[in-house]
């Protein structure tokens, strides 16, 4: 089994949501594992004090401000990159934004961006970056970042469980097409699903407006507080990070960044679907959507 430095060592990785979380922490250990990093973020000061602190430990890293919602601005990167630093061996498509509130109480904007981020800023970085990397003709990966959210239903974060189930989704097609394509040998498609792991998304999340003729207020910010206690106890960013580059070593398609936990909830989700078991609550939920 060859290891995450030998796989990946020496090549350029392009991350998206590098500002922060698990983003951040991707970045981090891709750094040390010898690669040059790209951070991409809408956070221009959060990605230029994260790459003149892997420069200042020796290494290379550009930090590039765009917005992955903006398809135009990302097929610009992907040409600057190519011109600039050179063929891409790792994408992660990273970028996402969390929503709590009852989903009839979210507000019309706050689905729109959180659809536009976390599954259209995927589709417009594999669209900006996939065919160059087929062009290339070398061993390429692209990682898409989906959730444990993406197996589960979760009250009050309706929005964000409907993308994270729709990027593993968008993962598992694009297999298949590169596969069909005839592109499988080179290029390597893999679905993250990381559990709890420590970042602000909770913080930045968007909730319900209370200014909204019947808008439950209280319910969002319960769901919010609720996610903050789990961030307490979640996973280093870098130690989930290392887990999951030496599964993309191992050639494993699913990279769980808590193994053990993160199978129970599929196996779970495969069971429901198996028994055709109508969505319930919990009490006390075993698994949480936090991961990024």
Not at 67 to 81: G, K, N
Not at 110 to 118: A, E, K, L, S
Not at 145 to 157: C, R
Request: charged content about 20%; hydrophobic content about 45%; aromatic content about 6%.
């Amino acid at each position: 089994m060859s290891s995450a430095r030998d796989t990946f060592g020496g090549g350029v990785a392009v991350i998206t949501g590098a500002g922060a979380g698990i983003g951040a922490g991707l970045a981090r250990h891709a750094h040390r594992l010898g690669m040059t990093v790209v951070l991409v973020d809408v956070d221009g000061p959060a990605i230029a004090a994260l790459r003149d602190e892997l420069t200042d430990d020796g290494g290379t890293a550009y930090a590039e401000t765009c917005d992955v919602r903006d398809a135009e601005a990302m097929a610009a990167l992907s040409e600057r990159i190519y011109r600039d630093v050179g063929p891409v061996r790792l994408l992660i498509n990273n970028a996402g934004v969390e929503q709590f509130g009852y989903l009839w109480d979210t507000p019309v904007a706050n689905w729109h961006r959180v659809m536009d981020i976390n599954i259209s800023g995927v589709f417009h970085g594999v669209r900006a970056f996939l065919p160059r990397m087929i062009a290339a003709g070398l061993p390429a990966w692209v990682w898409n970042l989906s959730s444990i959210g993406g197996v589960a239903a979760v009250p009050l974060q309706a929005p964000y469980i409907v993308s994270k189930h729709a990027v593993l989704a968008l993962t598992e097609c694009l297999r298949l097409d590169v596969e069909l394509a005839g592109h499988g040998d080179v290029i390597r498609v893999q679905a993250v699903l990381p559990g709890a792991v420590k970042s602000n998304i909770f913080e930045t999340a968007g909730g319900v407006d209370p200014a909204a003729t019947g808008a439950d207020v209280e319910a969002a910010e319960s769901q919010r507080a609720a996610m903050l206690d789990i961030k307490a106890a979640a996973m280093d960013p870098v130690e989930a990070a290392e887990v999951v580059f030496e599964q993309a070593a191992g050639g494993a398609f699913y990279l769980l960044t808590q193994p053990d936990y993160v199978s129970s909830a599929m196996a779970e989700r495969a069971d429901v679907l198996r028994t055709q078991t109508p969505p319930q609550l919990r009490t006390k939920r075993r698994f949480d959507p936090a991961r990024h």
